[in-house]
């Protein structure tokens, strides 16, 4: 089996910065394609960025990308999204999601394991 867990959300200004971390355990040899999707209140979980294994590819959703830049450190079976110039409508619980397939995924159901999410709240 294979656990995520992420850390490092929290409240910030609209135009700050915040730096997401997942961190993988187990059986990571079956990880090879990571990804963060987010669930705002009264909205389905959506996908915010992807990439592959060797963290030489990348896709991010459209209202991110320039904003948000997506990272691993393979060795460390740990991933990254670093969020910049965030906007209240960023607000959201994050989920880090691991995948046995390699590329970069974008759909939920491409993803086998995942966390239990970390609040990030931007206030205007």
């Known amino acids: 089996q294979v656990q995520v867990v992420e850390s490092g959300g929290g409240l910030v200004q609209s135009g700050g910065s915040l730096r997401l971390s997942c961190a993988a355990s187990g059986l990571t040899n079956n990880i090879n394609s990571m990804g963060w999707f987010r669930q705002a209140p009264g909205k389905e979980r959506e996908f915010v960025a992807g990439?592959?294994?060797?963290?030489?590819?990348?896709a991010y959703e459209d209202s991110v990308t320039g904003r948000f830049t997506i990272s691993r450190e393979y060795a460390k079976n740990t991933l990254y999204l670093q969020m910049n110039r965030l906007k209240p409508e960023d607000t959201a619980v994050y989920y880090c999601?691991?995948?046995?397939?390699?590329?970069?995924?974008?759909?939920?159901?491409?993803?086998?394991?995942w966390g239990q999410g970390t609040q990030v709240t931007v206030s205007s």
């Open positions: 999601a691991a995948a046995g397939r390699n590329g970069v995924r974008t759909h939920e159901d491409e993803y086998e394991y």
């Open positions: 990439i592959n294994r060797s963290g030489n590819t990348q």
